[in-house]
């Protein structure tokens, strides 16, 4: 009891103040590459839809723990030097845009031509069309998909403890360490990860209300 009085406190602060802002901004920078992929994709824009193509495979056909590793030691080896948050932010970031873009590029295929083609009509540009009328539908339907994105990148970000980032399950790593309680610590952490991914499971659950409510009014 007294080791989880001391450890509890360190482990749920690490997680409030690195866990969860470093999956939160890497989350955002995630969706502006998602959208900009997504669109890219969807207007099949020439040359760049293959760059995108190739930007998705790589980074949903290889391991997150070994793109770290590569952002981090490799670029050390190279002589280009990257602090280890920057290098966490930079791969979560595309890791999880990869995923996003797909899900948002299905959900803007979704979307009957015909809004489109209505968009024209009343003399919209395709910029706007996109942005008043797709995108908003798009995003409701992928609304599910894109949390559960960012609730496993929440659980994901303890892989940066291994390019030294000072997150909660490096700091229950530390602890264990000078305590040697291994099954007690990583319980503990366990249940920190459990409490955050289980509020922004409510969140998602208040978020779905609220569009289909939103839906319904229409």
């Known amino acids: 009891m007294e080791l989880f009085l001391e450890s509890f406190p360190k482990i749920f602060i690490s997680g409030i103040i690195m866990t969860l802002p470093l999956a939160l901004v890497s989350f955002i920078f995630a969706m502006i590459i998602a959208i900009v992929c997504a669109m890219i994709q969807y207007a099949k824009v020439p040359v760049l839809k293959y760059v995108v193509q190739f930007y998705i495979w790589i980074f949903r056909g290889t391991p997150m723990l070994v793109q770290l590793f ?57 910029m706007q069309i996109m942005m008043h009328i797709v995108l908003p539908q798009a995003f409701r339907s992928a609304f599910p998909s894109l949390f559960n994105n960012l609730i496993s990148l929440v659980k994901d970000t303890s892989l940066a403890a291994n390019i030294t980032v000072t997150e909660m399950f490096m700091q229950t790593e530390r602890i264990a360490g000078r305590t040697y309680q291994f099954m007690q610590l990583y319980i503990e952490v366990a249940f920190v990860y459990l409490i955050f991914c289980t509020v922004l499971t409510w969140l998602q659950a208040w978020g779905e209300k609220k569009l289909n409510y939103y839906q319904a009014g229409r």
């Open 70 to 126: 590569i952002m981090y030691f490799g670029m050390q080896s190279i002589g280009v030097r990257i602090s280890a948050i920057t290098a966490a932010l930079i791969v979560f970031s595309l890791n999880t845009g990869a995923y996003c873009a797909e899900t948002i590029r299905g959900s803007i295929e979704s979307v009957p031509q015909g809004q489109m083609e209505a968009g024209y009509c009343v003399g919209m540009s395709y």
